[in-house]
Every structure is written in structure tokens, then in C-alpha cells.
């Protein structure tokens, strides 16, 4: 059930992810800037994880995953601090992170994961609409007498 105190940390963090993405998108200095969030990131969730891999033993498959789901992070950033280098952020910011989708569903099939036809299909839409963004203004449509 979704309660106010939790709606009100939704609404605070997606709040708060717009802010960075509008800040990193003015900031000169896109490698630091995404260094410096990639840090503070860090700092902040290195002590629970640290709590967390103290407390209860981590399998080995799932220490591949966490280094896999970093790496993955770090390429997130990388793309998307190149593209705010050239791209408008309405452009920028869906593109780069509508790959995600498409990146782990090309990956799902070489692991071997069953994806449903609802599955498949919402994936298919966040793509047509990411290529989609890429036609906005350069057709218009005639209506009328």
C-alpha cells in the first residue's frame, strides 16, 4: 500500500534526480560533475553495504551481478554526460536512459531469460519512442480545408 510518507519519498527523489540531470546538463565540467555524483554516491551507500555484506554471506553469482550492475552504472554515466555534451536535454536524457531497456532485454536473451509478449511489447514501446524523439520537427502534418 502505498502510504504518504512513502509518495512523499517518491515524489523528493524523482525531484531531486531532475535537479541533477538539469544541473549536469549546465555544468562545463561534465566528467567532473558525474565523478563528484558517482562519489557522494558512494560515500553515502558504501556503509550499508558494508553493513549488509558483514551480516549476511553474498553468493558468488550475486557478487557478479553487483560488479556487472556497476559497471553498467558507470557506462550509464559516461553516455549521458557525452550526451548532454551535444544533445538538448529532452533528447539526451530519454535516449540514454531508454537504452537500459533495450540493452538488458539483447542481454536476456543470451542469459536465457523468458521475456512475456507484455514484457516484450512495453520494451518495444520505450524504444519506438525513443526513435521517435529523433523525428520531432522534421515533419509536420497538413490538416485542415
Known sequence: MLT????LLLVIAALAH???NAISKQVEEKDIFF???TGVAVVLYFPAAFY???QQSI???AVVYIIGSTACELIYFYALAR????LPLSYAYPIV?????LVSTILSFFLGVSLTAWGLSGILVVVVGILLMQLHGKFTLQTGA
Open 52 to 54: 549488509l555484506f558483514w
Open 35 to 37: 565523478t563528484l555524483i
Open 59 to 61: 553468493p558468488v553469482k
Open 97 to 101: 536512459r531508454g537504452l537500459g531497456p
Open 18 to 20: 531532475a535537479w541533477w
Open 4 to 7: 504518504g510518507f512513502i509518495l
Open 83 to 86: 550526451a548532454y555534451q551535444t
